[in-house]
DNA sequence: CAACTGTTATGACTAGGTACTAAAAGTAGG
DNA sequence: CCTACTTTTAGTACCTAGTCATAACAGTTG
């Protein structure tokens, strides 16, 4: 094997390790690799891979922001459209984290998150909780499928709504729920507690 | 005010300062307050707060465990007991990221979430998807609650499993949930896909 | 005034680099 | 075998964001 072939498979691999575990210096891969520091320099510059400290800079604030999208965000996937009181619309794409190890597929929290915040924006009230809620999944979804959720108001007695929230992939339907969600005066905020 | 009340004053906001933002050098927080780099390094010192670059580290590792935890864990919440195929306990606390703002009240998605992969875990199958669920929440649920979800197979016809779960806060049950299981042969895995 | 606390300054050192130059080592082609 | 070329290593100066230790102020108080 030609020395250039070498060096190849080495930065291949160097960009593969630093994937997995970013939290090494180039002294430490240097003494992985069996190189010297300078060559490591040199492959990482080839590659384009920033230095330490800027990589653990860069996951510390990008897996902040994820946390937060995750954490608390109050409506899951993106607001396409919105007529309060009325429907909306929203969108979620599904990645791998999403799914569930053994069968690839989905799992079912993520569509009813999605389906039950957009049901909780459409309605018209300073704040609002989900009482009941009938779910039925119809179609498993894999990662990367990019789901559309509708939700609609059929019915509003005083302060309970009934939401039909139906979420596409490829225009099929693939999952359909229906929430019965009551309104809160802003009233009764934390009377309640938790106790150990 | 004495300076040793400026002092105490100084190196409370310093920490509330780098709780909101870590990422700030010792000199821009110098800039900030209006003191000497060394006077910032003293108050560091004498509150224990590490340098930036530690800090980022810390960050960085800890946001990436959380990630992990909430994205590719499959079973949400801690599982304390499971007779497959029967009967199975999972425990979770309610942290101030899962409520929602405006209420302070527990999403929905959290305690569907616990319910729906403690049923999920309960079934005997090496594959199984959600087909229907019912859920009713019953009592709102505030940040620091210890859910406990107990999860019972009631029937079961070929493929099929029916599945309550019911979850208390404090021996209160604040969730009630019955799913409809099926449990894949394994056989087709992923003949699905999702286009566009 | 001396003693003390608080603040700032200064110098020497560190890790983990960048940027650049130079040299050695390996690998062909003619 | 010698030359041309690539690859690797070495070494220097410099940078940031610190560390530690020592010293010198400033302001207050007994």
Chains 1, 2 share one sequence.
Do not use: H
């Amino acid at each position: 094997m030609g020395s250039a072939a070498l060096k190849k498979l080495r930065q291949q691999r160097l960009q593969a390790v630093l994937a997995k575990n970013p939290f090494l210096t180039d002294e430490n891969l240097a003494e992985q690799f069996e190189v010297s520091i300078q060559t490591i320099r040199l492959d990482r510059m080839a590659m384009g891979i920033s230095e330490l400290r800027e990589r653990t800079r860069y996951m510390a604030e990008n897996a902040q922001k994820k946390l937060q999208a995750i954490a608390s965000d109050d409506i899951v996937g993106e607001l396409i459209d919105l007529e309060i009181g009325v429907s909306g619309i929203s969108m979620m794409t599904v990645n791998k984290e999403m799914v569930l190890q053994k069968t690839g597929v989905c799992r079912g929290q993520y569509m009813f998150a999605q389906a039950n915040s957009l049901a909780l924006a459409v309605i018209d009230a300073p704040a609002a909780l989900t009482g009941v809620a009938n779910v039925k999944y119809k179609i498993p979804v894999y990662s990367g499928a990019v789901l559309v959720a509708r939700a609609e108001v059929v019915r509003k007695q005083e302060d309970k709504y009934t939401i039909w929230v139906k979420i596409r992939n490829n225009r099929k339907e693939v999952f359909r729920a229906k929430f019965l969600i009551v309104s809160l005066p802003e009233e009764r905020n934390q009377e309640n507690e938790n106790r150990g």
